[in-house]
């Protein structure tokens, strides 16, 4: 019911900038929080930031200071500015929504994107 897309992964160098941008799709009531995980290949899939309906932030203490989460509520999009990446920020991101759909017996569900691949080169 909700659609999630993620776009803007790449390889970067280090140091260098990329901005992650998710849109949520689909038959949508309302979206609550959303935010950013991310999963390196054999590691547990990890909070990177999230972002309440409101505009509250909330970020992994590996990423302060360097990413930004913002959101487009019109635009049913969530955005992860990341600078001054390091190599040990590589690793599928993933976009996350609690949202809810109409019709039916919809229910508030976290939803997930397939995943962006961010590489950090060093």
């Known amino acids: 019911q909700v659609h999630l897309v993620e776009s803007g992964g790449g390889l970067v160098q280090a140091g260098g900038s990329l901005r992650l941008s998710c849109a949520a799709s689909g038959n949508i009531a309302s979206i609550d929080h959303m935010g950013w995980y991310r999963q390196a290949p054999g590691k547990q899939r990890d909070l990177v930031a999230t972002?309440?309906?409101?505009?509250?932030?909330n970020y992994a203490d590996s990423v302060k200071g360097r990413f930004t989460i913002s959101r487009d509520n019109a635009k049913n999009t969530v955005y992860l500015q990341m600078n001054s990446l390091k190599p040990e920020d590589t690793a599928v991101y993933h976009c996350?929504?609690?949202?809810?759909?109409?019709?039916?017996?919809?229910?508030?569900?976290?939803?997930w994107g397939q995943g962006t691949q961010v590489t950090v080169s060093s």
């Open positions: 996350n929504a609690y949202a809810i759909s109409y019709g039916g017996s919809s229910r508030w569900n976290d939803y």
């Open positions: 972002i309440t309906s409101g505009g509250s932030t």
